[in-house]
């Protein structure tokens, strides 16, 4: 059985690219950093979507950028609440797409694991300009050249497999797959118990997509 | 006064970009990755190297990738002292390269550097992957590709001013820019004094270079 690195952030996407890893054939190993992000459900939401999906294991690295900040996400700076705008917002990480791929692209190669799967889609989501396919193009070629693996011919494929799908197609995908959603985490800014806020970005594009897709959504919001 | 960002290891080929950053006239920002190597004193080396070379400051940013294992320097596997063979080394660190310019790309943007300094060299070398000019050249182009300045139309410039030198030209610009190579460290296995062994592949690239610039070999071996 070939072996796969998932990328796997305890969000909706990543579940999902999961799960078509899964139905893709490989043995999967599912990956999430912890890269010092200000609320930690999202790695446990993580690890119960790679054991749900029968992920071979799953480990996380340890990667602190709070050292650099400059994010929302990993700075004291407000997450906000208002949809959104024009631009990118300040919940971007600056290289965050980058640096975990590159060590998927690491552990990749450690385990002779050819395929690296990741979750990104550029439709409906934030504008971060490393969830394009220009980006994940440019991530496939470099591995090819960075890696020892890659220099002596033997490929590696970056799979996007959810890069042209909106939110809608991505929630109708992963309930096909048997993706259970409640597992998963996607809220900026949770309430202290985990509950999701439901005015973030993250909330909002996740609160949408399944009034879309016609799907029911088992989010708990905090009241 | 424009900022740079540099990988500054410990070693000699990095203390020298970070020279040269200096001398092209950048407020230079020095990133050291504590990524788990077996041997800490390069981290020291790292930290003396920045202050002595004027720094405008040093951070240290901690990435796990004992967690991935597969090389020498991370992993339980006996560095070789026969001498450089046929092909790349077990001292190959999977992605390594890759991971630390991502982190100096996020820090950048975060500072508004736009220039990357990177002491790679791919003459006298030990043939990773990513220490060639193609790796560079890729990494400048995802680096405008991944990120918000780059998409901007802010761009990033990786300066590998190594990248076609010798050891010996690169010990000899670095003694006329003012390195007190002394203070660097280059070797694979040192004893516990931090003395270096002499027979892994960085002590005797190391040595040559010093022999064949001409200059006195300050490092302390062990004995």
Same mark, same amino acid.
């Given at each position: 059985m070939e072996r796969a690195v998932v990328l796997v952030s305890g969000g909706l996407d990543s579940a999902t690219a999961l799960a078509v890893a899964r139905r893709d054939g490989f043995e999967c190993h599912a990956l999430s950093v912890?890269?010092?992000? *200000?609320? *930690?459900?999202e790695l446990k939401a993580a690890a119960a979507v790679a054991e749900h999906l029968g992920a071979a294991e799953h480990r996380v690295v340890s990667v602190d950028l709070r050292a650099i900040g400059g994010s929302a996400l990993t700075d004291e700076i407000d997450v906000p609440e208002s949809g959104l705008g024009e631009g990118i917002p300040v919940t971007y990480v600056p290289a965050r797409n980058l640096t975990f791929l590159s060590i998927a692209l690491g552990w990749g190669e450690v385990l002779r694991a050819r395929d690296l799967y990741v979750g990104v889609n550029a439709v409906d989501y934030s504008g971060y300009p490393d969830c394009r396919p220009e980006f994940v193009g440019a991530f496939e070629r470099i591995a090819n050249i960075a890696t020892k693996a890659g220099v002596e011919g033997d490929v590696f494929r970056v799979r996007a497999p959810l890069i042209d799908l909106t939110k809608a197609q991505i929630i109708r995908l992963g309930t096909d797959l048997g993706v259970d959603y409640a597992l998963t985490h996607s809220c900026y800014n949770p309430a202290p118990d985990g509950g999701a806020c439901g005015r973030c970005d993250s909330c909002r594009i996740r609160r949408a997509g399944f009034d879309e897709a016609g799907v029911p959504d088992p989010t708990r919001y905090a009241s």
């Open positions: 912890d890269y010092g992000q *200000r609320h *930690r459900f």
